[in-house]
């Protein structure tokens, strides 16, 4: 086998047809996963429309958005598999197209919701669509991007976790003006459409398109592994833990920012332009959330992804242990809850780059999708922040958990997962083993 850190040909570069198709194919996933993002990061503009018009309790009317969340990230394996079974020509184009119909009819459905369980259906329809949609964008920016994995994936990840800025100004605009009912009907149907026809101009590399890894710096592996063969790596379960500790640790964080900030009395402090401290806060954080996924995967890119991720996750321990000690401060809490957001929301690029570096492109949708599972594992570790804060009347130490979570994590990076991915892809007796060459 082919040692994982020498030099690679980069002879097919940017002057190829492929070359260019590949950053067509980049910008209609970053399109897509923006169609998608305002299905969790725009929910909140209904709850309260939902309730007054129904008199359906808030909590009631959140399950709907558990089960969004569920069924978004626990799908996807299957999903990626169908993709990667169908091959590079079709299993693009057939996912997003169904994941943009399912996107459309979901919120059809919930503009004309009359009861609790036509939401949730609604709601099964959504989740199923976006998982969809989500899954093939990423999982085709990593097969195309095997020289800029990081940055490919984070460009794409991007897409979902700033794209719905673009739509909330109007969606509350619609809301305000002819109710939430017209909201759901027209952004689902205007987005679900442009959805499936963008589908059909989705498609994987075909074998030799996609251009060699270039960088000496980013451990790759020669072959391709299926997810049976994966899931027995012990460098799969490492990442998994990973993933999980830093996620759970972010949402243990972040969905908290608004309580956090009353708690600290300084939610209502204006800062700048007539903005209040929690305004500024949750500006700056969804930038920051944006930027840190195409940021750290282009730094991974560089530098490595381990190192990276013990940048970042370093970084992001201090920011969770100064915002419990510092956050008392208006522009404080402002400058840490922004680090928290920038160092939480890369996960969505490095961890993708590093499972297909680790086992190869020809399965690396249905791959990554279980790596991504680890989401819906996070979400119910979430409420622990609750938990936490109750049992001791402080914040403080959810962040001393937070931050030792981050840690832990470093530690992990360096000392376990990358002497472990460099044993892998260097030996070719564990690599028979595990996987057949494509």
């Known amino acids: 086998m082919q040692n994982a850190f020498s030099a690679r040909a980069t002879s097919s570069g940017a002057s190829t047809p492929a070359a260019g198709n590949r950053w067509l194919q980049l910008i209609i996933a970053i399109v897509c996963m923006i169609l998608i993002a305002n299905l969790q990061y725009g929910w909140t503009l209904f709850v309260q429309p939902l309730n007054t018009a129904h008199h359906w309790s808030i909590a009631d009317i959140q399950v709907a958005f558990s089960i969004f969340v569920a069924l978004e990230t626990w799908l996807t394996p299957l999903q990626g598999w169908i993709?990667?079974?169908?091959?590079?020509?079709?299993?693009?184009?057939?996912?997003?197209a169904f994941g943009g119909i399912l996107v459309a009819v979901a919120w059809i459905?919930?503009?004309?919701?009359?009861?609790?369980?036509?939401?949730?259906?609604?709601?099964?329809?959504?989740?199923?669509?976006?998982?969809?949609?989500?899954?093939?964008?990423?999982?085709?920016?990593?097969?195309?991007?095997?020289?800029?994995?990081?940055?490919?994936?984070?460009?794409?990840?991007?897409?979902?976790?700033?794209?719905?800025?673009?739509?909330?100004?109007?969606?509350?605009?619609?809301i305000a003006a002819d109710g939430y009912q017209a909201a759901f009907f027209w952004f689902g149907l205007v987005q679900g459409a442009i959805i499936f026809v963008l589908a059909w101009l989705m498609r994987g590399p075909l074998a030799g398109e996609?251009?060699?890894?270039?960088?000496?710096?980013?451990?790759?592996?020669?072959?391709?592994?299926?997810?049976?063969?994966?899931?027995?790596?012990?460098?799969?379960?490492?990442?998994?833990?990973?993933?999980?500790?830093?996620?759970?640790?972010?949402?243990?964080?972040?969905?908290?920012?608004?309580?956090?900030?009353?708690?600290?009395h300084i939610a209502n402090n204006v800062l700048l332009f007539g903005g209040t401290a929690l305004t500024v806060a949750l500006l700056v954080d969804n930038v920051c959330n944006g930027l840190a996924r195409?940021?750290?995967?282009?730094?991974?890119?560089?530098?490595?992804?381990?190192?990276?991720?013990?940048?970042?996750?370093g970084l992001g321990g201090?920011?969770?242990?100064?915002?419990?000690?510092?956050g008392t401060t208006p522009w404080l809490f402002v400058i840490f809850a922004g680090l928290i957001f920038l160092t939480w929301g890369e996960i969505y690029?490095?961890?993708?780059?590093?499972?297909?570096?680790s086992f190869g492109s020809r399965y690396a949708t249905a791959n990554l999708s279980f790596l991504y599972t680890a989401k819906g594992v996070?979400?119910?570790?979430?409420p622990l922040a609750n938990v936490l804060k109750a049992a001791t009347g402080s914040w403080q130490t959810v962040f001393v958990v937070t931050a030792i979570m981050n840690f832990v994590t470093v530690a992990l990076?360096?000392?376990?997962?990358?002497?472990?991915?460099?044993?892998?892809?260097?030996?070719?007796?564990?690599?028979?083993?595990?996987a057949g060459a494509h």
């Open 83 to 96: 993709v990667d079974r169908l091959g590079p020509n079709t299993g693009p184009k057939l996912m997003i």
């Open 109 to 174: 459905i919930n503009s004309i919701a009359d009861s609790l369980g036509m939401l949730y259906f609604g709601a099964v329809l959504s989740g199923t669509g976006a998982g969809a949609v989500y899954a093939t964008c990423v999982g085709n920016a990593v097969k195309w991007f095997p020289d800029r994995r990081g940055l490919a994936v984070g460009l794409t990840a991007a897409g979902f976790g700033a794209g719905a800025a673009l739509s909330v100004i109007p969606i509350r605009a619609v």
């Open 210 to 264: 996609a251009p060699a890894a270039a960088s000496v710096k980013v451990v790759q592996t020669t072959q391709s592994y299926t997810p049976r063969a994966m899931l027995a790596t012990p460098v799969f379960w490492i990442m998994y833990i990973m993933f999980l500790l830093v996620a759970a640790s972010g949402l243990m964080a972040t969905a908290q920012v608004a309580l956090i900030a009353r708690d600290f």
């Open 294 to 313: 195409p940021l750290f995967g282009w730094i991974s890119d560089n530098i490595g992804r381990e190192k990276t991720m013990a940048l970042a996750f």
């Open 318 to 326: 201090i920011s969770y242990w100064l915002l419990g000690a510092l």
């Open 349 to 357: 690029s490095l961890f993708p780059s590093t499972c297909t570096d």
């Open 378 to 382: 996070a979400a119910f570790l979430e």
């Open 413 to 434: 990076a360096l000392f376990v997962l990358r002497p472990l991915r460099v044993r892998q892809t260097a030996s070719p007796a564990e690599a028979g083993h595990f």
